[in-house]
């Protein structure tokens, strides 16, 4: 199936592209990025995550991004 572009102008789907498609044909149009799946409860736990990390390497704590590239580097 191919794919179409369209943009939204004054609260309208405008679509602009040539196409096959047979005369009547019903398309399904999604936005292209949807974001992601997470419910309200893994959202929390995801910044509460994040948070936890800055926390971290904010009080010194963390591991050096060169540091631990090299060490995966020379487990290939």
Same mark, same amino acid.
């Given at each position: 199936?191919q ?20 005369e ?11 974001? $992601? =799946? +997470?419910?309200? #409860?893994? /959202? %929390?736990e ?19 991004? $060169? =540091? +631990?590239?090299? #060490?995966? /580097? %020379?487990?290939?």
């Amino acid at each position: 199936m191919q794919a179409l572009k369209a943009r939204v102008q004054n609260g309208r789907i405008v679509v602009n592209e040539p196409t096959d498609l047979p005369e009547g044909t019903v398309i399904e149009l999604v936005v292209a990025d949807p974001g $992601d =799946e +997470l419910d309200d #409860e893994e /959202r %929390a736990e995801l910044h509460a995550a994040l948070a936890e990390g800055l926390a971290e390497l904010r009080t010194g704590g963390g591991v050096d991004a $060169d =540091e +631990l590239l090299s #060490e995966l /580097r %020379a487990r290939e």
